[in-house]
């Protein structure tokens, strides 16, 4: 029987993270006795996960891992796990980051893909956190929803990316798809930030229709948000200064200038597929402008806002927004990256350990 989806756990540094996520992964099999799952870890990590945690989650899951020789980028790390993922034959790919937890829900969008000729559902992975106490969610309809290739372009054209748009980390994905994005391009995962490049890739072969599910297939598992990259991208001064850029060994940012906004990885993934000109004309000056101002307002270093908000100034000036959009631009007020809030607490101890009883708040059949 092959495995109705292959859960792929790229990791690096993250024991106690890495043993969350597999504990979220066994107490979905063990709710679905009768699903086949896989699990596929590709170890970045600068040790390797002791054999005896393995060993452990290996009495209920089918697991499969890998410690790298070298460390490797992000990019290399997922190319690597995805190539084992196709190994494993399964029906359909999802990708668990190491400080995500995995729901029930997964369950019912592997096998809705299974039966449609759709080759990307995506979830909500944003909306949700569990600590060890308590969790917080919206209202959720479960339902799904057909998109277009013209709503994917409308979307990415004005920087308004969420969990609706494919993204990697949202989605569950047909191996299909990957054959296709290894063909055209060289390669199952690439560029410098692994889910802005998939969404280009999206974009730049034309997927012509995709589902989105609304419902969280995967959740943020609070006491490790303090460790990701997105959390601590804007406390430094130097996006150059950082362990993922220099095993990256790409800039991928466009225009050039927007090097501190993580929307223009959007468009810089897309010019490593088009021509400058081309990626001009496909960005909606104004929209896009208003999303780079809304991430502007995110909490961050002095130095960083100060550079952040004179790139801007460029872009309207490249863009011709006008003095009142200029305006809009010199009276916003720096956040310091210290005032960073979470909806729930966010401590990295032990004791703030998830509690997976609370996940059943958020599935569909619970």
Known sequence: MRPVICIFIPTRNRLEALIDSLDSVKRVKILNPDKRLSVVIQDNSDVACPSFIIDYFRRDLEISYEK????????????????????????????????????????????KIRSDSISIICFDHQSVWVNSKCITHGKYEYQYLECSEEQLIYYAQRGQVSWRQPILQNCVIKPELFWKLNNRYGSYIGGFTPDMDFLARCIDIGIARYKIFDGPCTVTNARH??????????????????????????????????????????????????????????????????????????????????????ALRVYCEEFKLGDKFMSLVDTMGHCNSNEQRYPIDASPHLWNRPDLNLLSAVELRN
């Open 225 to 310: 948000v303090n460790k990701s990259l997105g959390t601590n991208g804007h406390k430094t001064s130097d996006p150059r200064a950082s362990e993922h850029y220099r095993l990256s060994g790409e800039e991928e940012w466009f225009p050039r200038y927007l090097e501190f906004y993580a929307l223009a990885t959007i468009t810089g993934s897309l010019q490593k597929y088009w021509s400058n000109n081309k990626v001009r004309e496909f960005i909606h000056g104004h929209e896009f402008g208003v999303a780079l101002l809304r991430e502007l307002s995110y909490p961050m270093s002095r130095t960083v806002f100060d550079k952040m908000q004179h």
């Open 68 to 111: 790298n020789d070298v460390v490797l980028s992000m990019r290399e790390n997922m190319n690597e796990g995805v190539i084992r993922c196709l190994q494993n034959e399964c029906d359909s790919i999802v990708f668990l980051t190491d400080r995500r937890l995995l729901t029930t829900n997964i369950i019912e969008v592997a096998q």
